[in-house]
């Protein structure tokens, strides 16, 4: 099996890693990759929005496999490309095709499937520059603080959470009639603010059958006790402990069992991992959105604790056999704490040099900005480094993943020092 992995970010090379681990791998490639993924296979320099290069990658080396990583491929139609190329129609694709990445890249047409499958999530509403009163009616409507969204992809910047209904209204506006956020903003979806704790639960599907990943709950915010500016992502945890028992049967029962069987009921083909990203109020799930691939760094906790073949659950997919393979994971905790550049997630400086990376040896480190300079390895991102490790609790796992961190330096290097904390 020849495989084509796109991306470059911590995701992808936690997927590099645990793809490469499979006995049915003849070849790795990736695109374009980072310093730590040309472990396990050939970087390749290309865009992967570019579906022309891509397809010129994939029959040079004739790839029999492309593993979609990032969201941008998957909703610009990646999958969709294939499928109607003559050269590549025998080629599968590990993610959703166009129509279906919709969950991710359409607020307001992820809040309508959810409404059609009654699937619980936060009340809402979407507005155009054509019915902006009644979108400040809507606002009236609601209790601080308010929620705004952009209905398209805002690469992790299009919600804004607001206390102040004045703020609330000038934003909203702002939106829709400044293109805040480009075309991503040309619809806003305004919905009432949920309090709880967020996680992530993880599906994989052909379509027919699915197999269910281990949660993970992720730190958003910047600066420790969840202050500060949103990032892409701090740190993760899997397990999460209050997602057992009851909840986890919610969780299964009325949001993952009625999202694939919706996706089958629309007519919506759908192949590949389906994040839900859900908020737990007082013991009930609600869905906050969908997202068509991993998340990050989720990937970087639950893909380690992933004990059987990815390939196979792969081809799974790709043949619609995948309710034939078995699903076998790790009950040890894993978590993972992101390094990241000084400036994060505001400006900050590129090329520093990373050192003690070869001195680990009791986690795993998955490269999430990074790029090669002969054998030195560079900063090449806000988010630099994922440093992930085992425990036989959560409170082990957070202990080994500090240590580690302790002997990796590079200037301005910043972590977060209460990951998991919460859970404990």
């Avoid at 997927?15 to 490639?29: G, I, M, P, Q």
């Avoid at 991503?184 to 379509?207: H, N, P, R, W, Y």
Wanted: glycine share 10%.
């Amino acid at each position: 099996m020849k495989i084509l992995l796109l991306g470059s970010g911590g995701r992808e090379h936690a997927l590099a890693w645990k793809l490469s681990r499979s006995s049915t791998l003849e070849s790795l490639f990736i695109a374009p990759g980072n310093a730590g993924t040309r472990e396990y296979g050939e970087n390749i320099s290309l865009d992967p929005c570019d579906f022309e290069a891509v397809k010129a990658t994939v029959l040079k080396n004739k790839i029999n496999m492309v593993v979609v990583g990032p969201e941008a491929p998957l909703v610009a139609g990646i999958s969709d490309f294939f499928k109607a190329d003559k050269e590549l129609a025998h080629v599968s694709v590990i993610g959703p095709n166009k129509e279906a990445s919709q969950l991710e890249g359409s607020k307001d047409f992820a809040k309508d499937f959810m409404n059609r499958h009654n699937i619980p999530t936060a009340k809402h509403k979407t507005f155009t520059k054509a019915t902006i009163k009644e979108g400040f009616a809507f606002l009236d409507s609601l209790k601080a603080p308010y929620v705004l969204k952009a209905d398209g992809l805002a690469a992790g910047k299009g919600v804004l959470i607001l206390q102040d209904i004045h703020e609330a209204k000038k934003e909203f506006s702002s939106m829709l009639l400044d293109n805040k956020f480009g075309g991503a903003g040309a619809k806003v979806v305004i919905e009432e603010f949920l309090k709880g704790t967020e996680m992530s639960s993880f599906v994989l599907t052909d379509g027919d059958g699915f197999k269910v990943f281990p949660e993970a709950k992720d730190y958003k915010r910047i600066g420790e006790g969840d202050t500060g500016l949103n990032t892409g992502g701090m740190g993760s945890v899997s397990p999460v402990p209050f997602a057992e028992g009851k909840f986890s049967d919610k969780v299964y029962n009325q949001i993952i069992v009625p999202t694939v069987k919706g996706l089958k009921a629309d007519g919506i083909e759908y192949n590949g991992f389906i994040f839900i990203g859900i908020i737990n109020v007082g013991g009930e799930p609600y869905v906050i959105e969908y997202n068509c691939r991993l998340g990050d760094p989720e990937t970087e906790v639950i893909l380690p604790r992933l004990k059987s073949d990815l390939v196979d659950l792969f081809e799974g997919v790709a043949t619609k056999t995948l309710s034939e393979r078995d699903v076998e994971f790790d009950p040890r905790s894993a978590v993972s704490v992101m390094m990241v550049s000084g400036g994060y997630p505001e400006a900050y400086k590129k090329g520093k040099t990373i050192y003690g990376l070869n001195a680990v040896s009791k986690s795993l480190v998955f490269h999430a900005g990074t790029a090669s300079d002969g054998p030195a390895v560079l900063t090449a991102g806000g988010r630099v480094l994922a440093v992930t490790s085992y425990g036989n609790d959560i409170e082990s796992a957070i202990e080994t993943s500090y240590e580690t961190i302790k002997n990796i330096e590079f200037e301005g290097a910043y972590y977060r020092k209460d990951i998991g904390q919460d859970l404990l």
